[in-house]
């Protein structure tokens, strides 16, 4: 059962929320009809288990294992959200930004979410939820539902005493049995062979289920609606059937710290456990990104630094209860027995990571070749412009690519954002760690190339940390990064869809696409750009899936640079089906200075060696698909064939009757 503890208003002019909390306990459901006998393909296998033991006339008996599992531990790069799993459900509480991609990357199915609980709704619960319910419908979820349903963890039915059953003289053993286990399984009383049975004489207690709380206490406020709520106290009055096995706490150090608050804490008693989600965490939630990172630093480490990890500078409180720290992916088991279990914890180990680069065939020598190339080349590079590219996914942030985000210093002070897909305040926390703050203040201006939502959606979270110098006038945005004309044009993707150029008074210009197929507009736009970031989603072969779509592939992209003799060419933008390749691996941070140009063909042939595999998969898959547009345009050409081949008596018949017929006309005629 579910119990909503709200706020309680914080002064007769304010009715505002002062908190919510969650507090799962299990309830039994009724049977249901018969279905099918086999599962349908679109529905998930757990449901489909759920819903055989419900056609069965026994209820749910309770699922066998049940935790609840970290996905984002409080840090600021990821929020907090936790992942509560059994065989028959699966919920996830909050969904802030990255956490979609946290659930990729971790194998935690998307497809099987039952139930989305918002423990508060602010940005950092909420941000990752477009996103997410863009994934959601994408892949056919037939329900999914917001808030809460009524029931959570499901009563373990107590166990039947079948030596206690035998004694009693049941017939243990044959089919007759079945429905007297089911109904006293079941809390009913039975008459057999003019007995009456009882469930508590032949079953053991059943198991109510574990109560848990979520709880967001956001600051010092919201802390005497939390300690003053009736439902809390109910768990806090020491009876059996109440215990808490775990209290969540989504709250800062400065709330752990209020002695209100810790003598709330100690109510619980001490057979409560309670785990910590806030800024204080320094967990790594996409280790993936940090291990591909790490493995192309060793190929230029200017181009591809490695990243960082935000540590908050706030001290640890100290608890009067015992506390555990949230890390990525930690659980903690309700069933078969409540315990703590780390054991997929999320790691980083660097030494690990380029030692698996090492031992690719060919990687060392071809990242030899490349620095001896490089080392001839001149080594004066100017600093900036300096281009960071924070996303070059597109659609949904996946757990190697996070999407559209890309990042233009024009000087140590200046900065300009190119568009803000869901995750970008994540990307800058972990690629500039503690200068975070800095760089965001130097951000005086974001460009939204047009409104779906993984160009704009971590806006909204940018907007609370960035304090902008300019507003509103290009003018002001030109005096601001001293730029000699910035212009926009309409591009052929969406309504209201833009590109930009931005042209520098010392001479540089960088030219954005957006999304966009081929389009002339631009072509005059960017005219003799020093770079051209264009769009390439899809790869060469896919133009009519291009054309559906409105974006372009690799060489209309490469074109649409060459007809505006632009010096260099970057793309982005990639299909998530291409995790890491075309050119550039990415959720990691490139970071490309003009005076790099030269250097980033030379790097093709290591990163070919470091992404090998993935090379030969791509074109297997690009051989399976060209295969089968083969197949389809012989079957299309054998029914043209065919049609044509049955068409040909006909017309012969045809012209025949047609000849006699005229024929006919000329006797006729001459009699």
């Not at 200017?302 to 992916?329: D, N, Q």
């Not at 942030?397 to 305040?425: A, H, W, Y």
């Not at 890491?580 to 003009?594: A, G, Q």
Request: glycine share 6%; hydrophobic share 35%.
């Amino acid at each position: 059962m579910w119990a909503v503890a709200r706020a309680l208003p914080l002064g007769p002019a304010r009715r505002a929320l002062a908190g919510r909390a969650l507090s799962g306990r299990a309830m039994a459901e009724g049977s249901a009809p018969r279905g099918p006998a086999r599962r349908p393909k679109d529905v998930p296998r757990h449901v489909w288990a759920r819903e055989r033991r419900r056609r069965a006339g026994t209820g749910l008996a309770g699922p066998n294992t049940v935790y609840v599992q970290v996905v984002a531990a409080g840090s600021r790069d990821a929020g907090a959200a936790v992942y509560v799993f059994s065989e028959f459900n699966r919920y996830l509480f909050n969904c802030g930004e990255g956490t979609q991609r946290a659930m990729q990357e971790h194998k935690l199915k998307i497809s099987h979410l039952d139930s989305i609980f918002l423990s508060r709704v602010a940005w950092a619960n909420v941000g990752g939820l477009p996103g997410m319910i863009l994934t959601l419908k994408a892949i056919g979820l037939q329900s999914c539902v917001f808030l809460g349903p009524p029931k959570l963890i499901h009563p373990k039915k107590g166990k039947f005493l079948a030596a206690k059953a035998q004694e009693m003289g049941l017939p243990v053993g044959t089919p007759a049995i079945l429905p007297i286990i089911t109904a006293l399984k079941n809390g009913e009383s039975i008459t057999f062979e003019g007995r009456e049975l009882f469930p508590e004489d032949l079953c053991t207690p059943t198991d109510p289920g574990p109560v848990f709380i979520v709880l967001e206490c956001p600051h010092e406020g919201f802390v005497d609606a939390v300690c003053e709520n009736e439902t809390f106290r109910r768990y806090q009055e020491g009876h059996p059937e109440n215990q808490v096995a775990l209290v969540i706490h989504m709250t800062p150090e400065s709330v752990l710290r209020d002695n209100r608050y810790q003598q709330w804490l100690e109510r619980f008693g001490p057979g409560t456990q309670h785990m910590v989600l806030n800024e204080n965490s320094s967990a790594v939630h996409n280790p993936r990104s940090y291990k591909i990172q790490t493995q192309l630093n060793l190929i230029h480490p200017e181009i591809f630094p490695l990243l960082t990890t935000y540590h908050s500078k706030e001290e640890e409180a100290v608890c009067s209860v015992p506390i555990v720290r949230g890390e990525c992916l930690l659980k903690y088991h309700f069933r078969p027995q409540q315990e703590w279990q780390r054991d997929a914890v999320t790691v980083c180990d660097h030494d690990a990571f380029v030692s698996e680069a090492l031992d690719l065939p060919n990687f060392q020598t071809r990242v030899k070749e490349c620095k001896e190339s490089l080392s001839a080349a001149p080594g004066n590079v100017s600093a900036y412009p300096e281009i960071v590219f924070l996303g070059t996914g597109s659609a949904i942030p996946m757990k190697i690519r996070n999407v559209s985000s890309t990042l233009v210093n024009t000087s140590s002070t200046q900065s300009l954002l190119l568009d803000c897909g869901e995750g970008t305040f994540g990307q800058l926390c972990r690629h500039y760690g503690e200068q975070v703050d800095q760089v965001l203040c130097n951000i005086a201006a974001v460009f939204v190339s047009h409104m779906h939502t993984d160009h704009h959606s971590s806006l909204v979270k940018g907007c609370e940390n960035i304090r902008p110098k300019a507003k509103g006038f290009v003018s002001s945005l030109l005096e601001s990064y001293d730029l000699a004309e910035f212009q926009t044009c309409e591009v052929q993707h969406c309504k209201n869809a833009f590109a930009c150029s931005v042209l520098h008074k010392s001479g540089w210009k960088v030219v954005y696409s957006g999304d966009t197929m081929p389009c002339m507009a631009l072509v005059e736009m960017g005219k003799n750009a020093s770079l051209l970031i264009h769009e390439a989603t899809l790869e060469d072969g896919m133009e009519e899936e291009a054309i559906e779509k409105t974006h372009s592939t690799t060489s209309q992209a490469i074109q649409t640079g060459m007809k505006m003799n632009a010096q260099f060419i970057m793309l982005n933008h990639f299909s998530q089906r291409y995790a890491k390749i075309p050119l550039f691996s990415e959720d990691f941070s490139e970071k490309v200075r003009f005076g790099d140009f030269p250097t980033i063909p030379k790097l093709i042939p290591p990163l070919k060696a470091l992404f090998a595999d993935d090379i030969v998969e791509m074109e297997e898959r690009k051989e399976k698909r060209e295969m089968r547009l083969l197949k389809e345009t012989a079957i299309v050409l054998d029914k043209l064939a065919a049609a044509e081949n049955k068409e040909a008596p006909c017309q012969k018949r045809k012209q025949t009757k047609n000849q006699q017929e005229l024929s006919n006309k000329k006797l006729k005629t001459v009699n």
